[in-house]
């Protein structure tokens, strides 16, 4: 089967990669492993649709099977990361909101074709699982 040409320039992602010194690698590649964590995505989805900030327990009501342990870890470096902010409101009880900010939004533009990309070939991993399954 012959192999699709790439449409990456990998000598210019190596560059670009080279050039940020260790420090700044260690940094991009623990952002990328992040972004590939369980929660991460839905979470950080579910606060941009919303569209407006939201309540811990909305959240988690939405990010379905998500523990309240792993929520609060999953907002905290969200929140870290630029990614989310968070507001604390000096009322009875206590109120805090989340909200995605517009890093995280550009994140989220970047992501979305790959979403899109694992709908339109479930299928094929599909086929491929149990193909691999299968010997």
Excluded at 99 to 108: F, K, R, S, W, Y
Aim: aromatic residues 8%; contains cysteine; negative net charge.
């Amino acid at each position: 089967m012959a192999r699709k040409k790439s449409k990456i320039d990998w000598a210019e992602a190596n560059e670009a990669c080279e050039a940020l010194g260790p420090e700044m690698d260690s940094l991009v590649r623990e952002t990328v492993t992040r972004m590939a964590e369980k929660w991460t995505l839905w979470t950080l989805a579910v606060l941009a649709e919303n569209g407006e900030p939201m309540r811990f327990s909305r959240v988690m009501e939405q990010v379905e099977g998500v523990s309240q342990k792993s929520l609060t870890k999953t907002l905290r470096q969200l929140e870290r990361d630029g990614l989310v902010t968070r507001a604390v409101f000096a009322e009875v009880p206590p109120r805090v909101e989340y909200a995605v900010t517009e890093l995280g939004l550009e994140m989220l533009e970047q992501v979305h074709p790959l979403w899109l990309w694992a709908v339109e070939n479930l299928e094929r991993f599909r086929v491929a699982q149990a193909k691999f399954d299968g010997r």
